[in-house]
């Protein structure tokens, strides 16, 4: 599949700062993911986005799907200590074919 | 509404030994996946599956087997374990997207 760059590979935060992580790719996609996954557990969806443009949010998190369609990104406000983990970015051409970025683990100390 | 389910959590295999990875899903889902995770290399797609009798290869196919006989059902075999396979293996599901994914089968092969 296609490779996505996704970057930073880790963050070492304070809680209370803000969090951006962003994935590009040189292929275009038609949907945007984006993944968190916990300890020991299977990655959860946290947003999807279905066109260009699009700003997205779920509670602090906020995600945008880029005009050029080869670019997401992905931030967290007011970073808080369950927001441990790793964060998966995904983009999908076809219905079923799913492209991950090799994820981002963030840390979060009180 | 159990979602994914995988069973077993925990495997540990000697070389050479066979076993299959069993994931259940009860949302209806067309689509089926077999992901690897293995660090630094985020997930990479084994097989999946468009729909109940239909497989295919993914990004990392070798070494491995599926069977898709009923549609809430995904089967992933190893027919002789090596050590190279010992990873976190993912099933997932869609109709089409996004994914949803179970929790995990950890696999060891001494």
């Known amino acids: 599949g296609q490779q996505l760059n996704q970057s930073p590979q880790s963050m070492f935060i304070q809680e209370g700062e803000d969090v951006s992580m962003n994935c590009t790719s040189s292929s275009i996609f038609n949907t945007w993911l984006w993944y968190k996954q916990d300890p020991g557990e299977g990655p959860v969806l946290l947003i999807a986005?279905?066109?260009?443009?699009e700003l997205t949010s779920n509670g602090r998190l906020t995600a945008q799907f880029g005009i050029t369609r080869k670019d997401s990104f992905l931030n967290i406000s007011a970073s808080i200590p369950s927001d441990v983990g790793i964060y998966f970015c995904?983009?999908?051409?076809?219905?079923?074919?799913?492209?991950f970025g090799k994820g981002t683990s963030l840390l979060v100390t009180p | 509404n159990a979602g994914v389910t995988q069973t077993p959590k925990f495997r540990v295999l000697k070389t050479g030994q066979s076993m299959t990875l069993l994931c259940a899903q009860d949302m209806n889902h067309e689509y089926m996946y077999w992901y690897r995770q293995d660090p630094g290399m985020g997930l990479r797609l084994i097989h999946y599956s468009v729909g109940e009798g239909t497989t295919a290869k993914g990004e990392v196919p070798d070494g491995y087997n599926v069977s898709r006989l009923k549609k809430q059902n995904f089967l992933l075999g190893l027919e002789s374990a090596a050590p190279s396979q010992t990873s976190v293996y993912f099933c997932?599901?869609?109709?089409?997207?996004?994914?949803?994914f179970g929790n995990g089968t950890r696999l060891t092969v001494t």
């Open positions: 997932a599901s869609s109709y089409p997207s996004p994914l949803h």
């Open positions: 986005l279905y066109k260009a443009g």
């Open positions: 995904a983009g999908v051409n076809s219905g079923y074919a799913l492209n």
